[in-house]
Structures are given as structure tokens and as C-alpha cells.
């Protein structure tokens, strides 16, 4: 039951965002301890957690403790946040966000599923449209061709801010392993360090108008901080799943504006910790206060039928059925103008744009032009199939030559990785994250983001997806488990090879074969019908490549209970996000949003076509019976803890696609 202790934390008047409204120079840390008690990420969990039991009681308290706007939450979505809320009761900032932040509302007018480097590309120019300041925060920070699209737009920020005699602010905070964070977890990048070799940020010459604080964050042994956002002028938060740096992954992003993006500005003051120099300029203006922008835009400025973006009426969307990944349906608008994915593509194709380089960067005015500039680099040239088209754009700069096998894609059915969002009023969203615990155990397990995938899947009446390059976390292997011997269709897909040394380690929870094995060889024949386990494949392939040779793999983290309740962010299901790195993620209430998603997963991959593991052993088979090159199965071998050993210390460099 929610207890009064958590009631009233939800109802305090006083926030570590609120605070430094009325006095910027505080450390939010200091403001933490003062509001809470204790350092954000030094105490330990309440140690009695039993698993939550709601009560409609309790669900209506729930309701009570967040400010939802005009929709009040459904029934499962109240079910999981109360379950959230109950991990608060030993630690109220367990979730690193001020308890009255934590359940809010808000929209989503973009998404993307795409290779790593269209979401710089959107995050570039985010960056270049801000008008005052941007905090940014990712796990890890590499020069590289993401790395430079990003850069390009801070200093198109810095020279637009010239042209208004301003400065801007920019924050950004990353994890690469220092000595000193045994010390002090926060420390200060001097400019001489985070212009070198290895991070190549502009020095301030090249930015003069902008004011630049990088901070490099780490909570020794284990605690890494492996959140990866962005939030620009207290009006637009960007959650995503990739790091600043090249590979070969799908990554999944989201474009969130409203009420919500208060909590995220608060988060990231808990993250900062130390005092901000100079303060965030929006300090006191409140994203609450601050409108829809990208709604009000198209409001202004209604799209034509050829731009990529839906109308600024109020629409409609019906909802898919996730379980077999069918089409969702058409947005519906007052004024006619209807759009779908199938119509996003057939109007990229009508255009020829370059695309926005490190070396050759573009800049587009607003959402609608960068979903045509997007799509319009995925429209077939000089006698490709729209299949080639396909593999041009997912040959990134570690992997130009991979080549696609996969049949060419039916008309309406290509790769569509700007996902645009029809007008809606905001939903009931929730920050659901985690503090980083640097202790090597796993006492740290009762987190608001560890109990919203377990609530969910508990709390299932019809279906769960998940997405997650592994997945191996021990509470989630009984929770799975027990969802399909009660008849809930558990769909989920992993990336094949992915990181299989450092989950090899001791209490890792094994690699994704072993755990697939495991929950098979639990079911009886009826029950492993409702359990459909995938290894990722490329929209440009048919069969899944195995992570170690860096040519198609999948870095997407997802979750979707029956329909409605998505869980996006930058947790994986795997033992490490689970227990030690601080995550990031948003819970939402939206039927037409988790479609879109779903719908997205399905044009922008062909895992539902090819990558269906074997209910008998939990691995994937070719035709001929033979596993995919690279794949180690079910039994890696006695020296399977020498391969961990390697991997902890890729993931301790960064190199090891974490």
C-alpha cells in the first residue's frame, strides 16, 4: 500500500528544481540534503520492500500524486506508478527525481528508429533552434562522425546566438572512467581536456557565444551513469538509446514536450549535483507554463500535403494490434490532411536533399523539413531498389560495405525512420529511472524503473514487447515466466552476440541464448506458445548478424504492455542497468503513441520476418539448421569467465556497445 510517508513527499510544495529557482547558486546536491536528507545516489534502498499490493484505495492516492492534465491515467498505468511510488520509501530521491515531479504529462510529437546517427542529426538541430541553453547527457562521449554532427550544431547555436547578441548556455555530462571519481563522482572537464583526441569539443574560440560546463560522471566501482538525454530551454527533452559515438546500431529516440519536461530539467540538476556556472537561464521558467512548441508551430504555419508532418488539428488514431505488428491506422484530422508512415515515404521520395554530415552539415527550420530531409536520403538513386537505398543509409562510417540481402520491401512498406506523432492533448507520462549504486552487490534492485517493468509485466492482461539489446536480469526472469503460464503472449527481441563477454562474468545472468534456453526448458509445449523470443535483423537483411562483427546490430530499449503502456528510455533488461547505472526512462498512457511505436519497430527491422528463435534450444537456426556465424549457443565453454573478464573492461572503456 502507498504509505502517508510517500503521499506527502508527492505533495510537498518544495523541489530541487524549485529551490534553485529562488536561489541559482545552490549545488542541487546540497539542495537534495536539505529537501531529503541524504546525497541522491549514497543511500541505501528501504529494506524491507515487499512486493506492492494495490488497493482502488490506493489507486486513487496514486492518482493523487501526480498532475496529469485533462486525461486521467487508465487502471494499469495507476497499477504500475503506484508500484513505483512504493520504492520511495526508504529513498525518496531513488528515482532521481523530486517525488512531486515524478508523475506528469506531456506529448510526443517525434519518434525515431534509426541508425545511430539520424537521432544526432535531430539532436544537432535541436541544438542550432535552442534559444538559450541546452543540457545534454549521455554515457559516453567519443570524437567520431556523431560526435561532429553533433558539434556542428553547437556552433551553428554559438553563431546564431551571436547574431542575437546573446550567449547561450550549454551543459553536458558524460562517463569516461577517471581515477579522481573515487574522490569526487562529478568532476569538472577543464577545456584543455575535453577539446583533446578522445572528445573533441570545440573550444571556446570556435563558440564564443556560447558558455560550455562539461562534466565527466562516474560512481565507483559499478555506478556508472548511462542516462542519455537532452533537454533545450526548458521546453523540449530528448530521450534516447545511444551514446555520442560511431557504430552499428538501431537506435530508438523520443521528442517530448509539455509539463513533463520539468521533471526531466529537475533530473538533470540531481545528476549535475554541483553548483551550475553561470545557472541554467530558465531557471524560473517553468516547461508547465511553456506551451506545446512543436504543436503551436504547425498550429501557426499548417503543413501542405507535401510536408512530412501531421496537421496542427486535434486527430485521431487508432490503436494496432501489437502481437502481429499489423498497420496502424491513418490520422485523422478536422481539415482533411491525413498521414501516415507509407505517405511520409511516398513524399521523401518526391525530393532529393543532402544529407546533414559531420562534413557537410544542413540545418532545417522546424520537425516537418527534417522529416523530408530524412526520408528524402532513403528514396532510391542512380537505379537502386529501395532495398539498396536501405543499405546505403545503414552503412555508417565503421561499416561502409556491408551488403543487404533481405527481398526488396513492398510499396507502403519502406523504412520510414522519422516517425511523426499526430496532434494530441498531452498523456499521462511518468519519469521512471534509477541512481547509480557503485557497491559490487545487488541491493540496489527496488528502483521506480526496476518496479515499472515488473509492475507492467505483473500487471499484464494481454500482451508485453520488450526491445533491449540483452536481456538477463534476475527478477525478470520469474516475472516473464509467470506472465505466460497465466496466458499473457510475451514477445521480446535481443540482439544476437551482443556484449556475450561481459555478460559471461559471474552473477551477469549469461548471454541471450542461455536465458532464451532457460525460459523455454521452464514451459510445457502449451505454454512456449506464448513465448516468442527474436534475435534482431536489419531491415536490410534475413538473418541476424552477430554483434562481434559490427554490421547490423540493435541498441533499442523498449517495453509495451497491452497496447497502451510504453516504457522508453535507456534501461536495458540486463543485470547491469538493473542494479547499478543510473537510467532514464518515461512510462506513457497512449494507445495511438505505442502503436505508432510498434508500427515503427515493425517498417524499420525485419526481426518479425527472420528472427524467431527455436522454442527447443532458444536460438536462432538458418534453414539448414546451422546458428548464425559468431554465435556461441547455450554452453560458451569452461573458460567462459576469462571472455567476461574482457568485457567488463570494454564496458569500463566504453568500448564495449554498453
Known amino acids: 500500500m502507498l504509505s502517508q510517508k510517500v503521499y506527502d513527499l508527492c505533495h510537498a510544495k518544495d523541489t530541487v528544481s524549485s529551490e534553485l529557482a529562488r536561489d541559482p547558486s545552490l549545488a542541487p546536491g546540497a539542495v537534495i540534503k536539505k529537501l531529503y536528507g541524504h546525497d541522491a545516489a549514497g543511500h541505501d534502498e528501504h529494506k524491507q520492500f515487499k512486493e506492492p499490493q494495490a488497493s482502488a484505495e490506493d489507486l486513487q492516492k496514486a492518482s493523487e500524486c501526480g498532475k496529469w492534465g485533462s486525461t486521467r491515467p487508465s487502471d494499469l498505468f495507476l497499477k504500475v506508478y503506484h508500484d513505483v511510488l512504493c520504492t520511495l520509501e526508504g529513498d525518496p530521491m531513488v528515482g532521481m527525481t523530486s517525488p512531486p515531479l515524478l508523475g506528469s504529462s506531456g506529448v510526443v510529437p517525434l519518434s525515431i528508429i534509426a541508425p545511430l546517427p539520424d537521432i544526432c542529426r535531430h539532436m544537432s538541430n535541436c541544438i542550432a533552434r535552442a534559444e538559450q541553453e541546452v543540457f545534454l547527457a549521455t554515457n559516453y562521449w567519443k570524437f567520431s562522425d556523431a560526435s561532429t554532427i553533433i558539434v556542428n550544431g553547437l556552433k551553428e547555436l554559438s553563431r546564431r546566438a551571436g547574431e542575437r547578441g546573446q550567449t547561450a548556455v550549454v551543459k553536458i555530462m558524460y562517463d569516461r572512467g577517471n581515477p579522481k571519481q573515487v574522490i569526487d563522482n562529478h568532476q569538472l572537464v577543464p577545456e584543455k581536456e575535453y577539446t583533446g583526441e578522445a572528445v573533441h569539443l570545440p573550444p571556446h574560440n570556435e563558440i564564443p557565444h556560447l558558455d560550455l560546463q562539461v562534466v565527466n560522471y562516474h560512481r565507483p566501482i559499478f555506478g556508472t551513469f548511462h542516462s542519455k538525454y537532452m533537454v533545450v530551454d526548458r521546453k523540449i527533452a530528448i530521450l534516447s538509446s545511444n551514446n555520442i559515438q560511431d557504430n552499428d546500431n538501431m537506435e530508438m529516440m523520443t521528442h517530448i514536450e509539455g509539463p513533463i519536461v520539468d521533471s526531466f530539467y529537475d533530473m538533470s540538476l540531481c545528476s549535475w549535483h554541483n553548483e551550475l556556472k553561470p545557472p541554467l537561464p530558465s531557471h524560473n521558467s517553468p516547461a508547465a507554463l511553456g506551451g506545446l512548441p512543436t504543436f503551436e508551430q504547425q498550429s501557426r504555419n499548417l503543413p501542405s500535403a507535401s510536408d512530412a508532418a501531421p496537421s496542427s488539428q486535434s486527430a485521431g488514431q487508432q490503436s494496432s494490434n501489437l502481437a502481429d505488428g499489423s498497420q496502424i491506422g491513418h490520422e485523422t484530422t478536422q481539415n482533411g490532411q491525413a498521414r501516415d508512415l507509407a505517405t511520409v515515404a511516398q513524399d521523401g521520395y518526391k525530393q532529393q536533399l543532402p544529407e546533414n554530415t559531420g562534413k557537410d552539415p544542413h540545418f532545417d527550420k522546424d520537425i516537418a523539413l527534417e522529416i523530408t530531409r530524412a526520408q528524402s536520403v532513403l528514396s532510391p538513386r542512380?537505379?537502386?531498389?529501395?532495398?539498396?537505398?536501405?543499405?546505403?543509409?545503414?552503412?555508417?562510417?565503421?561499416?561502409?560495405?556491408?551488403?543487404?540481402?533481405?527481398?526488396?520491401?513492398?510499396?507502403?512498406?519502406?523504412?520510414?525512420?522519422?516517425?511523426?506523432?499526430?496532434?494530441?492533448?498531452?498523456?499521462?507520462?511518468?519519469?521512471?529511472?534509477?541512481?547509480?549504486?557503485?557497491?559490487?552487490?545487488?541491493?540496489?534492485?527496488?528502483?521506480?524503473?526496476?518496479?515499472?517493468?515488473?509492475?507492467?509485466?505483473?500487471?499484464?492482461?494481454?500482451?508485453?514487447?520488450?526491445?533491449?539489446?540483452?536481456?538477463?536480469?534476475?527478477?525478470?526472469?520469474?516475472?516473464?515466466?509467470?506472465?505466460?503460464?497465466?496466458?499473457?503472449?510475451?514477445?521480446?527481441?535481443?540482439?544476437?552476440?551482443?556484449?556475450?563477454?561481459?555478460?559471461?562474468?559471474?552473477?551477469?545472468?549469461?548471454?541471450?541464448?542461455?536465458?532464451?534456453?532457460?525460459?523455454?526448458?521452464?514451459?510445457?509445449?502449451?505454454?512456449?506458445?506464448?513465448?516468442?523470443?527474436?534475435?534482431?535483423?536489419?531491415?536490410?537483411?534475413?538473418?541476424?548478424?552477430?554483434?562481434?562483427?559490427?554490421?547490423?546490430?540493435?541498441?533499442?530499449?523498449?517495453?509495451?504492455?497491452?497496447?497502451?503502456?510504453?516504457?522508453?528510455?535507456?534501461?536495458?533488461?540486463?543485470?547491469?542497468?538493473?542494479?547499478?547505472?543510473?537510467?532514464?526512462?518515461?512510462?506513457?498512457?497512449?494507445?495511438?503513441?505505442?502503436?505508432?511505436?510498434?508500427?515503427?519497430?515493425?517498417?524499420?527491422?525485419n526481426t518479425h520476418l527472420y528472427g524467431a528463435v527455436s522454442r527447443e534450444d532458444g536460438c536462432w537456426h538458418d534453414s539448414k539448421g546451422q546458428q548464425a556465424e559468431g554465435a556461441i549457443g547455450i554452453d560458451p565453454g569452461r573458460f567462459a569467465w576469462a571472455k567476461g573478464i574482457v568485457g567488463a573492461v570494454q564496458r569500463v572503456r566504453g568500448a564495449g556497445g554498453f
Open 382 to 605: 542512380d537505379g537502386e531498389s529501395r532495398m539498396n537505398a536501405v543499405t546505403r543509409h545503414m552503412n555508417t562510417t565503421i561499416q561502409p560495405d556491408t551488403k543487404g540481402n533481405a527481398p526488396e520491401c513492398a510499396e507502403g512498406d519502406e523504412m520510414t525512420p522519422f516517425i511523426p506523432h499526430p496532434t494530441h492533448e498531452p498523456v499521462p507520462m511518468a519519469m521512471v529511472c534509477r541512481k547509480p549504486w557503485g557497491a559490487p552487490n545487488h541491493s540496489c534492485v527496488h528502483t521506480p524503473q526496476n518496479e515499472a517493468f515488473l509492475s507492467s509485466i505483473r500487471n499484464a492482461e494481454k500482451s508485453v514487447f520488450i526491445q533491449t539489446p540483452n536481456l538477463n536480469a534476475e527478477p525478470l526472469i520469474p516475472a516473464l515466466l509467470a506472465a505466460v503460464r497465466r496466458g499473457i503472449d510475451v514477445y521480446y527481441y535481443v540482439c544476437l552476440g551482443y556484449n556475450d563477454a561481459g555478460e559471461l562474468l559471474p552473477f551477469q545472468g549469461g548471454t541471450n541464448e542461455m536465458v532464451a534456453n532457460k525460459l523455454y526448458g521452464s514451459l510445457n509445449e502449451d505454454e512456449k506458445q506464448r513465448l516468442h523470443i527474436f534475435n534482431y535483423v536489419a531491415k536490410d537483411q534475413m538473418q541476424p548478424i552477430h554483434n562481434k562483427f559490427k554490421k547490423r546490430s540493435c541498441h533499442i530499449k523498449l517495453m509495451i504492455v497491452d497496447e497502451h503502456i510504453g516504457i522508453q528510455g535507456n534501461g536495458n533488461q540486463d543485470t547491469q542497468s538493473w542494479y547499478h547505472s543510473q537510467e532514464v526512462n518515461v512510462m506513457i498512457d497512449s494507445h495511438a503513441i505505442c502503436a505508432a511505436w510498434a508500427e515503427g519497430i515493425r517498417r524499420n527491422q
